[in-house]
């Protein structure tokens, strides 16, 4: 077996030298690569084989046949074409598998230079600027915006140097299904160097009527191809009636037109269409947790606090600010009071592995604050709580604040949250009964605080500022008699604010 072993071994490497003389290959362009192997195949290795019989030999080498058509199919289907390359959608975090396209930097025949922002996009987590590895000039954009895009799809086609496109090249043995090959460039190439300006949206019309865009003459700047070129060339081939009334067919515009008009058909005025709206962003990342969420057993506990403390120390910091942009709210002050009642009750500030069945008790106090966003609901959490002062507490707040109304918030703005606080009362409503942001174990939801009259234990009546809070737990987790206890610690805070000064580290 050893013996034979040796002798395949022996043989093989001798063919090898007789495949691949000594000499050193000469390069060879590319489209004379074919005909260039079939000359070499031919003169040398059949020659080497050449036989007086009139049987011809069957020169098949599977594993060679094998080798090549592998090496062939990965180094060459990679490989830019002709100074054209791919810029994928790149992995953008852990466990993002797709992200919404928002808005793009650059259009069609813009120059873009390395790391120059090309578009933004969104994902369950945050939103993030896709930059360019290349220098170059964009010859086709892919996707519109609000379009959902795979991890890993093309977003956009570029045209580089050739010399950058080169030394992205490694050498390789085209042998084999190298006619496919050269067929499938030879179509991107055409569909991707055509030269044809015009937007995703022209594009898509186009198709749509099954015209070939690069036969239609664009009027716009630059010979663009704009959509009335479109239904212009659509009218001249029959494949639509009346361009004027196909462009103007959409609704938005009749309704549009309608109201500049001092007369409505009553056809358009009394037609009502429903309106699909398409979830995009963080509400398709609510869609999701709200839905994982609900299968969750809730237990709801609902309390009064006395505020009247609470509003008379927010007046007193700000009456002595002395820091310029700094506005001082109820919120991180309860942000605070609800660290130091966690600290004494950490089981609600532990998140469930429902696959072990276990209960992770956070070391770190990072509250969650939800904020409702033109872009959807979104929950941002302000880390180590436990370690901040108030006023970095509002700074902090501040910050997150104007980063959700920018859509800016980073991936670790929103992740790692241990418990979430919903300040409902913000925009009204006395209570909420809120859901569970897993894997957290609870939330609490704020009304707003309101005058009302109270009884003093001696009969008098009084006004008071009243504030409802409700939490929602686990019940999985949290048994009522932790969470009613939980609530009394953080309700003593606020109604006596000076304990809370008292056990501050």
Not at 180 to 208: I, M, Q, W, Y
Not at 300 to 328: M, R, W
Not at 473 to 490: I, Q
Request: charged residues 25%; contains cysteine.
């Amino acid at each position: 077996m050893i013996g034979r072993r040796v002798l395949q071994k022996r043989v093989w490497n001798n063919g090898r030298r007789w495949l691949f003389p000594s000499s050193p290959p000469s390069l060879v362009p590319a489209s004379e690569t074919t005909e260039h192997c079939k000359r070499q195949f031919s003169t040398r290795v059949l020659a080497a084989f050449s036989s007086p019989s009139s049987n011809p030999l069957d020169l098949k080498f599977p594993y060679m046949e094998n080798k090549c058509k592998f090496f062939s199919s990965n180094a060459v289907a990679g490989l830019p074409t002709n100074g054209i390359v791919d810029v994928p959608l790149a992995q953008t975090g852990e466990g993002i598998a797709e992200c919404e396209l928002l808005k793009w930097f650059v259009h069609e025949g813009d120059e873009v230079d390395e790391f120059q922002p090309l578009c933004e996009v969104q994902s369950d987590k945050a939103t993030i600027e896709i930059t360019s590895r290349y220098k170059g000039r964009v010859a086709r954009v892919l996707h519109d915006p609000g379009s959902i895009v795979k991890v890993g799809e093309t977003l956009l086609k570029m045209a580089v140097e050739e010399s950058r496109v080169e030394e992205s090249r490694v050498p390789s043995v085209i042998l084999g299904n190298l006619e496919n090959e050269k067929h499938f460039d030879a179509k991107l190439n055409k569909d991707c160097t055509s030269g044809v300006l015009s937007t995703p949206a022209v594009r898509n019309l186009a198709k749509e009527h099954g015209i070939n865009i690069n036969d239609v003459q664009g009027s716009g700047k630059d010979g663009r191809v704009l959509k009335e070129d479109v239904l212009k060339y659509a009218a001249q081939k029959s494949i639509i009636k009346d361009p004027s009334f196909t462009a103007a067919a959409d609704l938005g515009e009749l309704l549009h037109r309608g109201k500049s008009s001092s007369h409505v058909s009553v056809e358009v005025s009394g037609h009502h269409e429903d309106t699909v709206v398409p979830l995009r962003g963080f509400q398709r990342t609510m869609v999701k947790t709200m839905s994982m969420a609900a299968k969750v057993p809730h237990f709801h506990y609902v309390e009064e606090i006395d505020c009247d403390a609470l509003a008379e120390l927010k007046g007193s910091f700000q009456t002595n600010n002395a820091e310029p942009g700094i506005k001082f709210t109820f919120l991180p002050i309860l942000i605070k009071s609800l660290s130091m009642a966690l600290s004494k009750y950490p089981m609600v500030n532990s998140c469930f592995n429902e696959e072990s069945v276990e209960v992770i008790l956070r070391g770190s106090h990072n509250i969650g604050i939800a904020m409702a966003t033109p872009n959807g609901l979104v929950v941002p959490n302000i880390k180590n709580v436990q370690s901040l002062s108030i006023l970095e507490i509002t700074k902090e707040l501040s910050r997150l604040q104007q980063l959700a109304l920018d859509n800016k918030l980073s991936p670790d703005d929103i992740s790692g949250g241990t418990i979430t606080l919903s300040n409902i009362g913000a925009i009204g409503g006395k209570f909420g009964a809120p859901i569970v942001n897993l894997p957290e174990v609870a939330i609490i939801a704020m009304g707003r605080i309101q005058k009302l009259p109270r009884v003093a234990d001696d009969g008098d009546i009084y006004s008071a500022s009243i504030m409802t809070v409700n939490i929602g737990a686990d019940h999985r987790v949290l048994d009522g008699a932790t969470v009613a206890r939980f609530c009394n610690e953080w309700k003593r805070f606020i109604e006596k604010p000076e304990l809370l000064m008292l056990h501050m580290k």
